[in-house]
C-alpha cells in the first residue's frame, strides 16, 4: 500500500482581516468609551471605600442604567453575573484599588 501526503496548507498569520476604520469612526468609539467611564466611574467611587478593605484587587463591573454592580475575585465570573443580569447591556469594569485601573502602562 502507498500512503497518500496531505496536500493541506497550513495557514499562519491574521485569519480576520483587520478592520478599517475612518478618523471618525475611531473618534465616536473612543467618545463612546469615555462617556460609559464617566457614568460609571461615580458609582464606583461611592462603594469603593468600603470595599477596599475587604476585597482589595478584586473585580468590580458597573452596569451604569440600573446602577448595579458585580464584585467578583476572577475577572470572567464577574463579567458573567452582569450579563446574565443584563443581557445586551454594556458594562465598565475596575479593579478595587486606589485607582481603579486594573494595570500599569
Known sequence: MT???????VRRGRIFPE????E??????????????QRCKP?????KSEL??????WYMTVEPDSGE???????????LRCREKH?????HTFRINETGACGTI
Do not use: C, M
Request: no cysteine; hydrophobic share 35%.
Open 19 to 22: 478592520i478599517q476604520w475612518t
Open 87 to 91: 443581557p445586551g447591556k454594556i458594562h
Open 69 to 79: 454592580y458585580f464584585v467578583d475575585r476572577d475577572l470572567e465570573v464577574v463579567w
Open 3 to 9: 500512503e497518500t501526503k496531505s496536500t493541506r496548507v
Open 43 to 47: 458609582i464606583f467611587d461611592k462603594v
Open 24 to 37: 471618525e469612526q475611531k473618534a465616536q468609539w473612543e467618545t463612546e468609551g469615555e462617556n460609559l467611564y
Open 52 to 57: 477596599i478593605e475587604t476585597h482589595y484587587n
